[in-house]
């Protein structure tokens, strides 16, 4: 059994925005659709975690070095990122961290 639990919406949203990526240049990076993002942004169907890490791994996520994203640690490995994607667009511009 899979331990792995699929990003939440707002998650997967964190992500693309921490990458700097829309649907379609997420989609162009892994191959698929541009509708496939959005329905993973949408939750339905929740986004595979090989999709997740093949994202990871186009984007220069700092796991790559380490190799520790796995299924059950890709929450913790990819926080900054998170973080990140969830500031507010004016501080991820200006490099001020928000706590």
Do not use: H
């Amino acid at each position: 059994m899979s331990s792995y639990v699929a990003p939440t919406p707002e998650e997967a949203r964190a992500l693309l925005a921490a990458w700097r990526l829309t649907g379609s240049s997420a989609a162009a990076l892994i191959d698929v659709n541009p509708r496939t993002i959005r329905k993973w942004v949408a939750a339905a169907p929740p986004m595979p975690f090989a999709a997740l890490a093949a994202l990871a791994a186009q984007c220069g996520s700092p796991w790559r070095a380490s190799a520790r994203l796995s299924p059950a640690t890709w929450r913790d490995a990819l926080a900054p990122d998170l973080r990140e994607g969830r500031q507010p667009r004016a501080a991820r511009l200006s490099g001020t961290p928000v706590p």
